[in-house]
């Protein structure tokens, strides 16, 4: 057995595997592709087959969304072979273009956007914002995510959550133009060193503030930041749990009257993969006038929006119905007016879901912080 393949064994713990198939039977992209994750972590154990597996198109159709793991009865993490077969071909260059185009624009840029750095907080113009200061204590340091800063349809989130922030009073700072992606994306893509050189470089800069918390948006930041980044100081937060605080504490309250039937999506880096389910819900709960109803897959068994795993860069080849179409669909025969997601990946991928279908008269996707930033009092 030669040393590559040992080494590919040993780090996913393949000969731990007892091929029991659940994390196929739970795989939601199963539905749609040809993927079969118990047979990849199978394959991989042979010596003649690993450089002809990372060549298989099913090894992009994986989302990363963690429900293989959450049903593997030994613990495993199946995601993670596919994430290192898509490695091998990172290193060898054989990668689609827009796959190769964010991963540079992660090294040179600080973003997978191919914008400008130097843009990086234009969306505070005009705005009343805090930026930290490295010399100055501050409780709350916010991270704002790629897509939420250079997306202006996900940019009212991080406007809102300034608007929410003030209105409390929270002592708080954003990172500013020194903020660079917090590269989960480039981890799921299998540029595994490009993501070793961000965490290096983003841990130095988010320890040199003095700050007892890291709050992020993105719910894939978040994820990456507790789990991947282990010499961070600071305890990492999602803003929902920041503004379930502060609801709780009575700090903010929503004055203003929302008479609609929401529904909650629950993101899958949020929920499956760091168990953040309550909160999103409580912040909802809290809304006047406003009904909630849930999805009959929810919480540990939602369904994927299939946004994540770096999906959006890769287009599967697929023609059968999206997830994201599903979920919409799903909503629809709830009767919600809203789908709610905390997570900007979702609101994309929801968001062009509900434009195919057609639903945009009747339903719309909305960001939690896009619905609360509009029930203050002014």
């Not at 599967?316 to 905390?342: F, I, M, Y």
């Not at 968001?351 to 009747?362: C, M, R, V, Y």
Request: proline share 4%; aromatic share 8%; hydrophobic share 40%.
């Amino acid at each position: 057995m030669n040393t590559e393949l040992q080494n590919f064994i040993e780090k996913y713990d393949l000969y731990g595997c007892i091929q029991c198939g659940r994390c196929t039977g739970g795989c939601p992209v199963t539905v749609r592709t040809n993927l079969n994750v118990r047979r990849f972590v199978y394959d991989s154990i042979d010596e003649d087959a690993l450089e002809e597996l990372a060549k298989l198109p099913e090894i992009w159709d994986c989302t990363a969304c963690s429900t293989c793991a959450v049903r593997c009865p030994k613990g495993l993490k199946p995601l993670e072979v596919l994430i290192g077969l898509r490695g091998i071909l990172v290193l060898e260059g054989q990668v689609e273009p827009t796959v190769r185009d964010a991963l540079e624009s992660i090294f040179r840029e600080g973003n997978p956007w191919s914008k400008a750095r130097a843009t990086r907080s234009d969306w505070m113009e005009g705005l009343d914002v805090k930026v930290a200061d490295p010399e100055t204590e501050v409780e709350n340091l916010i991270f704002v995510c790629c897509t939420v800063v250079y997306d202006p349809r996900v940019q009212v989130t991080v406007k809102n959550l300034v608007k929410i922030l003030n209105k409390a009073d929270v002592d708080y700072a954003f990172v500013g133009d020194d903020e660079s992606c917090c590269a989960s994306e480039a981890f799921n893509l299998g540029e595994e060193e490009l993501f070793e050189m961000m965490v290096e470089d983003n841990t130095e800069l988010l320890n040199s503030f003095k700050a007892k918390r890291i709050v992020t948006i993105s719910p894939h930041c978040f994820n990456a930041f507790k789990k991947q980044y282990p010499d961070l100081k600071a305890e990492v937060l999602h803003y929902t749990q920041l503004i379930g605080e502060l609801l709780e504490d009575k700090k903010l309250e929503f004055t203003k009257e929302l008479p609609q039937k929401i529904v909650f999506h629950d993101p899958c880096f949020l929920g499956k993969q760091n168990d953040v389910y309550d909160e999103p819900r409580f912040v909802l709960s809290q809304i006047p006038g406003a009904e909630l109803v849930e999805f009959e897959r929810n919480k540990e068994r939602s369904l994927c929006c299939e946004g994540g795993g770096g999906k959006m860069w890769v287009e599967s080849d697929s023609k059968l119905e999206r997830l994201a179409e599903t979920r919409v669909k799903d909503a629809h025969a709830l009767g919600a007016d809203v789908l709610a997601a905390a997570c900007p990946f979702c609101i994309l991928t929801l968001d062009d879901a509900l434009k195919a279908k057609g639903f945009e008269e009747e339903m719309k996707v909305s960001e939690i912080l896009e619905i609360i930033g509009d029930l203050l009092e002014e």
